[in-house]
């Protein structure tokens, strides 16, 4: 398949991604806008908020993301089983790269907040502090990591990894990113759905990567909302548990971290499989019209969403 054709391929991804991004978020503002409209006082209720929110994502926009994504041409990647001591290093180097990304995504944080005079707005940290923690790990630790993986890891990857391994995730990690529409969550998502891809790739099995995210996302919510809500970190016992807690989270953080990086060489594509050329990779895959529409949309609402709101 020569150049323009590939960058048709993946401009046709892009304008997919782009319409079932602005179909979940105009199905969710509709939602928001009809109940609240009716029943302003539930605006105070989280975890009614998160209903008008979740429900309609997972009922209506997830099935439409899905339908415009499976009439693109796809191929079968091999199945392969993974090891029970592959998977546990597999989850520590998932659980490196969140660590990584999500301090990455801090620390920009942080400078817009003291740029702008104020703390950037993190949806995700309200959810999981005012939230009753059980009702919302049933989005984060069950609908999403089903949901996600299916459209991030199985449909994209399946039509990606035509063009290579390394395509395939590289593409599946930014749309991920992306997709998230903040920066708290920008690159440590970007980061696991690269990883994800990678594993899905190489064993061709969801239920690996469905269970990682799961994993992972109960690690962070649920677990994370626990401390938030029932310990007081002012107190000597609240701050000896909180301490024991960041050091389990960074030790298991930073030997996933080594071991990624041990092993990089181990996680390299085949010879010859990138079909897409390297000096060419970025002008073909991203900078191309629906890809770059893509990316431009949503880097504007992060932007938004990071600034003004």
Request: hydrophobic share 55%.
């Amino acid at each position: 398949m020569d150049n323009k054709m590939q960058k048709k391929d993946f401009s046709s991804l892009g304008f997919r991604m782009l319409i079932g991004a602005v179909l979940i978020t105009a199905i969710q503002l509709l939602s928001q806008n009809v109940v609240f409209g009716i029943r302003p006082e539930w605006l105070d209720n989280m975890n009614i908020v998160m209903a008008v929110t979740m429900i309609p994502l997972y009922v209506v926009g997830y099935p439409i993301a899905f339908r415009l994504m499976r009439k693109k041409d796809a191929r079968t990647i091999e199945k392969h089983e993974m090891r029970p001591g592959q998977f546990i290093l597999a989850f520590m180097m998932a659980y490196g790269l969140m660590i990584m990304g999500n301090i990455i995504g801090l620390a920009l944080t942080t400078v817009i907040g003291l740029i702008k005079g104020e703390p950037v707005n993190n949806a995700l940290l309200s959810v999981i502090s005012d939230g009753n923690i059980w009702i919302s790990a049933i989005y984060t630790v069950i609908l999403a990591p089903v949901f996600e993986e299916i459209l991030f890891r199985k449909l994209i990857c399946d039509r990606v990894v035509q063009y290579g391994q390394r395509t395939a995730i590289l593409i599946s990690g930014l749309l991920f990113g992306l997709f998230h529409m903040n920066f708290n969550q920008f690159f440590y998502a970007a980061f696991l759905g690269g990883f994800f891809a990678f594993i899905y790739i190489r064993t061709g099995n969801l239920k690996y990567t469905i269970a990682l995210h799961m994993i992972v996302n109960f690690l962070g919510s649920v677990v994370g909302g626990l401390l938030l809500q029932n310990v007081d970190m002012m107190s000597l016992p609240g701050m000896m548990i909180y301490a024991a807690y960041s050091m389990c989270v960074y030790a298991i953080g930073i030997t996933g971290v080594v071991f990624f990086f041990i092993n990089r060489s181990k996680m390299k594509a085949p010879e010859g499989d990138d079909m897409v050329g390297k000096g060419t990779w970025f002008r073909t895959a991203v900078l191309n019209p629906g890809m770059a529409l893509y990316c431009i949309a949503m880097l504007v609402v992060m932007i938004v969403q990071a600034v003004v709101i």
